[in-house]
């Protein structure tokens, strides 16, 4: 056994700067952006759409383009869910270190406030509670949910629903080393060509790049939050997300998937270290809508 | 390829319908259509499998790919956009051979379901995929007609006006996914990914 160092009792006064979160708060919130998240499209999302509006050559593919914008007015007018489709919660919860809950746990906190949001907003329940045995849940619990553990006192959460007409087209692929920037490029745009018009298109790619298996797939679902039309802050990348997006955009699946110039509005990618003998690549793809929303409480 | 047309058709859809649908075409749907999805389908076939009846009226029906989100009061339904097709490949040509002539949702099917539409002379509609608001207010009615313990799986009869939709994949087996793809495409081919 080991002697030698006698850990502190933790500390919970107010004068070392803990700061307590109840979280029937947490419960609150999550409720509330589940809902705003299938009812109103994000700015970022929108700014995007109506731009690929303007820029679309085919003549149906623009026809689409106003189509999902007539849509996306009638969902905030008379209050319909913009996509029957309205996901499965994914949740990030980014807790600073110097937070204490009290109340219930955090995680079923989460899965109240998803059960309160699509209960009282109408929304569908499409989650079943084993994947073979296929019961829904009826209250589209359990939730996805990624915790990580920040510097600070505040709470950020965001709750990005996902629909699986595209989550279902999302790959993994476990590259070699040698197969470098191109093998990755081969990775993004095959992942989109094999997706088509299943991922209702126009899309948002998610990429991650390095990591392990399941990090890489995290920093491509974390990829899908980031704002679109923000880059990368790696010079390098900033250049591949570009380069990527106006390939996908020449693969000629256009909106719908019924050809045309605007396949996808925007190509994220986010990277981590990686082992010496490994390249792993995630694509998750996402649909025209890319609900998120962000709160820090 | 002759150019694209707008179209009005009712239900039910006849092969004397299809006949005159190609690829492309933009149509407007009004009348009565089936909706059903994955578990439907799993059960209906698994039906058709101890030799019971369907719990629809199969024969020149029209079936759409989807399952809504819950109705607001006094409202016909939610949400109601097209589910992805693929997921019906499975069961689609069972049903198109017992006398289905359209199906409704997005995105691909297989060789199976392509030949199966041109041996009955039926055809596969794309309605716009993430439209659900804008879907549901061509919905003026729906009930639901079986296996209601499926929730948003439950299969229903609707009733629509104007439903727009267009047709991919039409009974000569003309696909506009293909068609319409190669005429945009400027990306080279894309290298080979294991």
């Known amino acids: 056994m080991y002697h030698g160092y006698t850990p502190k009792k933790p500390r919970r006064n107010e004068e070392n700067m803990i700061r307590t979160v109840e979280t029937d708060l947490i419960i609150k919130n999550i409720k509330e952006m589940c809902i705003e998240a299938n009812y109103y499209l994000s700015p970022d999302m929108d700014r995007a759409m109506k731009q690929a509006a303007d820029t679309e050559k085919s003549e149906l593919g623009k026809k689409i383009l106003s189509q999902l914008q007539e849509n996306l007015k009638i969902a905030d007018e008379e209050t319909i869910p913009i996509c029957q489709d309205t996901g499965m919660a994914v949740v990030f919860l980014e807790v600073g270190q110097d937070v204490h809950f009290e109340g219930m746990s955090v995680g079923d906190a989460v899965n109240e406030g998803v059960r309160q949001g699509y209960e009282e907003g109408y929304l569908r329940k499409s989650v079943v509670g084993d994947p073979l045995i296929r019961e829904n849940t009826k209250d589209n619990t359990p939730a996805v949910i990624h915790y990580s553990i920040v510097p600070g006192d505040k709470v950020k959460i965001t709750v990005a629903p996902k629909g699986f007409g595209s989550e279902n087209m999302s790959r993994v692929f476990m590259l070699k080393p040698a197969d470098g920037a191109d093998g990755v490029r081969d990775a993004v745009l095959t992942a989109v060509r094999d997706a088509g018009p299943n991922a209702c298109p126009p899309m948002v790619v998610g990429v991650g790049v390095g990591g392990t298996f399941e990090k890489c797939a995290l920093l491509a679902k974390r990829a899908l939050i980031r704002p679109v039309g923000e880059h990368s802050d790696i010079p390098y990348i900033e250049e591949m997300e570009t380069e990527l997006l106006r390939k996908i955009n020449g693969l000629g699946i256009g909106p719908g998937g019924l050809g045309g110039s605007t396949t996808a509005l925007a190509v994220n990618i986010n990277t981590y270290a990686t082992h010496i003998a490994g390249l792993p690549v995630a694509v998750n793809i996402c649909c025209h809508v890319n609900r998120h929303v962000t709160r820090e409480l | ?114 030949d199966a539409i041109i041996r009955n002379q039926a055809v596969y509609f794309a309605a716009v995929g993430g439209a659900g608001a804008l879907l549901s207010k061509c919905i003026t009615k729906s009930e639901i007609v079986c296996y209601e313990d499926l929730g948003a799986e439950a299969i229903r009869k609707i009733e629509v006006e104007n439903f727009p939709v267009i047709v991919v994949i039409d009974s000569e087996g003309n696909n506009l996914y293909e068609t319409a793809v190669r005429e945009f495409a400027v990306t080279e081919t894309v290298g080979e990914v294991r």
Do not use: F, N
Request: proline share 6%.
């Open chain 2, 1 to 114: 390829m002759r150019g694209r047309m707008d179209k009005h058709i009712t239900t039910p859809i006849t092969a004397q319908v299809t006949r005159d649908l190609k690829a492309g075409d933009y149509v407007y749907i009004t009348g009565t259509v089936y909706v059903a999805r994955d578990a439907a389908h799993k059960r209906m076939i698994e039906a058709l499998g101890r030799q019971e009846e369907l719990p629809i009226d199969i024969k020149d029906a029209a079936i759409y790919y989807m399952g809504p989100s819950p109705a607001r009061e006094g409202r016909p339904i939610g949400s109601a956009g097209p589910t992805t097709a693929s997921r019906m490949d499975k069961y689609a040509p069972v049903l198109l051979d017992l006398g289905e002539k359209a199906m409704i949702g997005k995105g691909k099917r297989t060789r199976e379901v392509i």
